[in-house]
């Protein structure tokens, strides 16, 4: 969607089944869907360019698993360097399938996560490692990509004595350390696979959306409605309650706040930075009226 020109383009004719997840390449050029499975063709990768979304030459399609043993993409990311994809299939075992999409979509490793249902996938932009992180139901685990070695490699993070929550959301920041939302409501704060902070009751109920941004620093919306803005601590800050709840947030080339709302509404917020209340934040709604499951 062009919002200046208040134009869509569609990709279509390619997926068969449901789009269950939709990731960014980190140059913000190119786009990689994934779908789920009702038939015996298989579950399937798309990357694509959303400004010729139906140019089948700069498209790449990539097979995940075998038949249906997959089950489906629970989600797909780009690393950071923008080699790779990892995928998380949605079979009992919860694979992650690494590929070298470059490379015609080459497939290279995938491992065991767990049988703890998986959510998603963070890779770390600030790292120069292949590192990433998968989270779900009352777990999140760290990855290493070694591509030395063609091996995946992984640990279990520490809660360090907290109850295991679920991580519905999550955002690296430039030291390392990690940030997630559960959902309970609370954020916590990790350094080297370990819990090392616990900040209670920010969001009463799920945190859907953890942000980072050098200028706003981080950014949690949920399902009650609340915006929270936190320094690089996770020291709240600001507290603006929106109209509904709040399932994504993003932040556009001009620094301002891109909202998904429950109700498939997107918003942008103009003036968040400087705004003391909702009605100061520059509310402009974009979309609005979209199917939502």
């Known amino acids: 969607m062009n919002l200046e020109t208040r134009s869509q383009k569609f990709f279509h004719g390619r997926h068969k089944q449901e789009i269950a997840t939709l990731s960014l ?12 499975i009702t038939t015996d063709d298989g579950t399937y990768l798309y990357v694509w360019d ?3 979304p139906d140019d089948v030459q700069r498209q790449v399609q990539i097979l ?3 038949k ?13 360097c923008g080699k790779y994809i990892a995928a998380v299939s949605m079979d009992d075992d919860h694979h992650i399938y690494f590929y070298h999409w470059q490379k015609a979509g080459k497939f290279l490793t995938k491992e065991k996560s767990g049988t703890n249902t998986v959510f998603g996938v963070i890779f770390n932009p600030f790292s120069d490692l292949c590192d990433f992180v998968t989270f779900g139901a009352k777990h999140l685990t760290f990855w290493n990509y070694d591509s030395s070695v063609n ?7 520490d809660f360090a004595g907290q109850e295991s929550f679920s991580i519905l959301s999550g955002c690296f920041l430039p030291d390392s350390h990690l ?3 559960t959902h309970k409501g609370h954020i916590l704060l990790w350094s080297k696979s370990q819990v090392v902070r616990v900040i209670n009751e920010v969001h009463e109920g799920p945190v ?3 942000v980072f941004n050098v200028e706003l620093g981080v950014i949690s919306g949920g399902g009650d409605g609340l915006l929270v803005q936190m320094n690089k601590s996770c020291e709240v800050e600001k507290r603006i309650q929106t109209p509904a709840g709040i399932r994504s947030i993003d932040i556009n080339r001009k620094g301002n706040l891109l909202i998904g709302f429950d109700g498939s509404e997107l918003a942008e917020l103009t003036e968040f930075k400087t705004a003391k209340n909702f009605e100061q934040c520059g509310y402009k709604l974009h979309i609005c009226g979209h199917s939502v499951s």
């Open 25 to 36: 390449h980190p140059t913000k050029k190119l786009v990689v869907t994934g779908d789920t």
């Open 68 to 80: 249906r043993l997959a089950r489906g993409v629970a989600d797909v990311q780009f690393s950071s």
């Open 151 to 157: 091996k995946l490699s992984h640990r279990r993070g």
């Open 179 to 181: 940030v997630t939302g």
């Open 50 to 52: 959303p400004k010729a």
């Open 208 to 210: 859907f959306s953890v």
């Open 64 to 66: 995940v698993g075998q």
